[in-house]
Structures are given as structure tokens and as C-alpha cells.
């Protein structure tokens, strides 16, 4: 049973020595996404009213990209800022991160989301409403198989970032972290944006879905980032990784880009020694 247990990271949930650090991780991702949908979203709405001729596309893969880099580099520390399923399941398929947690960060990450869109809602004149308030759609001409192609690669790209700047035998990769996601987030937005929204993330589309009450290909934007995540994740994991890195002291393993000290008391682990 105890067995059962741990693989479950049941324990990271019910110890008293770690419960405070995994409730205020909760906290940073329920924050996370909510400021992620919050701007994100928002201007997706400036862009729908402000633009005369041709979309100002970069607009908003710079105001997601920002807000990623902005919470990656505020909140890494605290919970990883995983910031997205998609992410938090490429973690969970690697083990990086244990079932109960990963379930946990998904619940809050989802009711971030739809609390960010709703205070946007809340926010905006009525006639501003019909925009969509920033929902993601296929364009017309793309089908639902096709938009799966483009969110399967959106989520593969960012886990596949996400995993190289977090890789335990990469510490110089570390202080730029933030800013690649960042980056990754702004690049899918570019490239993809026109066809399907570029979601990448489903907590971000499931927000925007339940306040604008439009389901439509929904699935799309679940299935495909979190496909994608896990094949990034599991390719890096088993083919890309670093080197180990045995300098016959202690090696810092952290797994995320937050601050080693904050994930050891996060997670349970003391440091491995090599020597």
C-alpha cells in the first residue's frame, strides 16, 4: 500500500512537512493562468476591435508570449510554473512530477483559466462580448484532423523547450529558462495563430470555451498540445538528454526552473550524492 502510494505521490498531499509548499504551488498555477488568460485573451479582443485591415497577429503572440516569460520567471520557483496540461502531462509521462500532484495542477491550472476569462468578461463592455472573448477556433478551411496536426506540434515544440531548458545536467540553461518558454509560446502563436487559434495549451481554450459557451472541435485543443507533450517529453527524456553530470559532490537536481531549495522542499527528494 505504501508502494501504491508513492507511485501516486499521495504523500506529497497528505505529509505535513510538504503539504504547505504543494498548496502554495496550487496557488502559483491557479495564478499563472489566470493572468495567462487575463492579458492573453485580452488581447486577442484588442486585436479583434482595433485592427482596420489585416489582424495584428503579432500582437498577441508577444502578449502570450510576455505573460509566459512574466509567470515563468515570477512563479518557477514556487510550482515550476508548469502553466498548462500539456506541460504538466509531458512532466507526469516522464515522471517528473507524481499522479495526485499532476491531477491537482490540471484542476487548478483549468479553473485559473476560467477565472482569468471570466474577470475579463466581467471587465469589457457588453457589445465587446461577441468578439469570442479570445476563444480559440479552427479556420474554416482547416478540419478538426488537421487542427490536431497544428495543436500536436504547438505542444510538442513547447514541451520539447520546456524539457531542454530543465534538464538537471543543463544548469547554465537555467536563467534563460523563462525566456525560451516565453519565446516557444510567442513562435506558436506566430506560426499558427491563422489556423487554429494556437491554443497549445487546453486550460487557456477550456477557460475561454465555458465563459464564451462554444464547444465546437474542443477536443481538439485537449487532445492534440497533450499528445504532443508527452511524444517531446518522452523523446528528450529517453534520446536528448544531458549527459549526468558526477563531479564526486553533491549534484543539485532540480526539474523544473525553479529554485533547487524550493523543489527539494517541494518534492520530498534530499540530493542525490555521487561521490
Known amino acids: 500500500m505504501g508502494n501504491f502510494q508513492e507511485v501516486l505521490g499521495i504523500n506529497e498531499v497528505s505529509s505535513s512537512k510538504v503539504i504547505n509548499a504543494v498548496w502554495k504551488a496550487l496557488l502559483a498555477e491557479f495564478l499563472g493562468n489566470f493572468l495567462l488568460n487575463f492579458f492573453g485573451c485580452g488581447s486577442v479582443i484588442v486585436m479583434a476591435f482595433t485592427t482596420e485591415h489585416q489582424p495584428n497577429f503579432l500582437l498577441v503572440a508577444l502578449t502570450f508570449g510576455l505573460v509566459v516569460f512574466v509567470c515563468v520567471q515570477a512563479l518557477g520557483h514556487v510550482s515550476g510554473a508548469h502553466l498548462n496540461p500539456a506541460v504538466t502531462i509531458g512532466m507526469l ?40 472573448l479570445g476563444l480559440t477556433n479552427l479556420n474554416p ?23 531542454g531548458v530543465c534538464d538537471p545536467n543543463r544548469p547554465e540553461a537555467k536563467a534563460a529558462g523563462p525566456l525560451a518558454i516565453g519565446l516557444a509560446v510567442a513562435l506558436g502563436h506566430m506560426g499558427a495563430i491563422n489556423f487554429t487559434g494556437a491554443s497549445m495549451n ?16 474542443h477536443w481538439v485543443y485537449w487532445v492534440g498540445p497533450i499528445a504532443g507533450g508527452v ?32 523543489l527539494r522542499g517541494l518534492d520530498g527528494t534530499k540530493e542525490d550524492n555521487f561521490a
Open 231 to 262: 511524444v517531446a517529453a518522452l523523446i528528450y527524456h529517453h534520446a536528448l538528454r544531458a549527459p549526468t553530470i558526477k563531479t564526486g559532490k553533491i549534484i543539485a537536481r532540480y526539474s523544473t526552473v525553479g529554485d533547487e531549495k524550493e
Open 141 to 163: 478551411k482547416i478540419t478538426p484532423l488537421q487542427g490536431f496536426g497544428f495543436e500536436f506540434f504547438l505542444g510538442f515544440v513547447l514541451v520539447l523547450v520546456v524539457s
Open 202 to 217: 487546453p486550460a487557456r481554450s477550456f477557460g475561454s470555451a465555458v465563459i464564451a459557451g462554444i464547444w465546437q472541435n
Open 93 to 132: 509521462s516522464v515522471g517528473n512530477i507524481k499522479v495526485v500532484k499532476a491531477i491537482l495542477y490540471v484542476i487548478v491550472q483549468c479553473i485559473g483559466a476560467l477565472a482569468g476569462s471570466a474577470t475579463l468578461k466581467a471587465l469589457l463592455p457588453e457589445e465587446w462580448h461577441a468578439s469570442g
